[in-house]
């Protein structure tokens, strides 16, 4: 088994190897029929959106709802999300994913919201549950979005950007000067939002005894061998981590309040934020991920690793929401940075984070060969590896390793958010990417 971008994020090869261990640590569980399917949800009437009002119900007033045939892709979609509840001819050995919920905006309008398959599935082991113990996964799931987390950094860094609090053009060092080491004086703010930096994936954080050594690590992470900030595509965590930190320091805050009061407050999000635990009072509708041994079952507590270590909140990753929410975001930037009336961004600056700034750029990624640099402010742009037929140059969004992904289709005025539990009991079992982009063809 090659190392993959999961087991090199938290380096080390200690971490690395305890990675490889906690996938061999035990037998694959053999795939069963679940004894009791659990009960369809219905595709969706067209509902005007709005923001959130209750964490407790997805139910929408008849005031709200217009009758409208189901659009033409919503039995497609079902029909791809039931598919991959399980094994399939491009996962052979299991399920997907063992639940997974997408919603479809088009032109402000939910079109499709729907939900498959469980919510909670295993226990550690992984052993499956029985029947009566399973969770089935609903519309309002909370689920951990991953790599998701690194859009809300990036729209907080942009409103930084718009108060005149940040310069895109800017070294880090100017805000962070703690920012150290050979080379790193000439990365910018932007390069860090374009993975352009030349920083690895991940930084080293275990092995240490509090979060003061450990986001020094983040900060002081050496630059990639060869590396040279500003030339070649290179998705890098720590580049995330390090704007979190920029965040905290020029808004005075730590992220989770950052998050809240200039992002999830204004747009009405009350299903959305880090450590759930501490938020979710229904705790059913917490998706599980992990339930591998190494380290139990992950049930409102965040899948990364590095994350993980640094306490449960940082720039990329850490954020757990509904798809209703992460669609709002989506809206957010569709809408040029406005929603329900109220601009959170400018209309200039979220046009530039939404074009390519990374033209005639070399990427590299191992692990995903036809991805190229094609990437906004942010967001990644027209990679099909992910977006399917969906794919243009002005398509934008984001994935997620537990199975998630955020996409915005400008052309098509459209929103499409697939969250999935895929590493529900264990991430090694399925590529997300097949999901996400039969979910996309289904729509295009």
Known sequence: MSLTRRMLLGAGLSSAAAALAGCAENPA????????APPAVPV???????PSTSSATTAVTPAQTRAAAPPAYAARVQNVLTK???PTPDNPKHPGYAGAVALVMVDGKTTLHTAVGHALRYQAGPVELPASKRVAAKPDSIFDLASLTKVYTALLVLQLVDKGKVDLAAPVQKYLPEFTGTGKNKITIAMLLAHTSAL?????VTGMTNNTARWKSVLTTPLVKGGVPGTTFR???VGLMVLGRLVEKLTGKTLDKALRDNLLTPLGLKDTGFQPLKWVSAKQRLVAT????SRGLLRGTVHDDVCNH???IAGHAGIFGTAKDVAVIGQLMLNGGTYNGKRLLSAALLKQALTNVNKGKPAIDAE???RTADHGLGVELNQPWFMGKLASPTTFGHTGFTGTSLLVSPARKTVVVLLTNRAHPNWSWSNPDTHRVAVHNAIA
Not at 29 to 36: D, H, L
Not at 200 to 204: F, I
Request: glycine content about 12%; aromatic content about 8%; proline content about 11%.
């Open 84 to 86: 991959y509840l399980k």
């Open 29 to 36: 569980p053999t795939w069963a029929e679940p004894a009791t």
């Open 310 to 312: 640094l306490g449960g």
């Open 368 to 370: 995903r060969p036809k």
């Open 200 to 204: 690895p994936v991940g930084a080293k």
């Open 235 to 237: 998705y890098s965590s």
């Open 290 to 293: 992990d339930a591998r041994s």
């Open 44 to 50: 969706a009437g067209e509902v005007a959106v709005a």
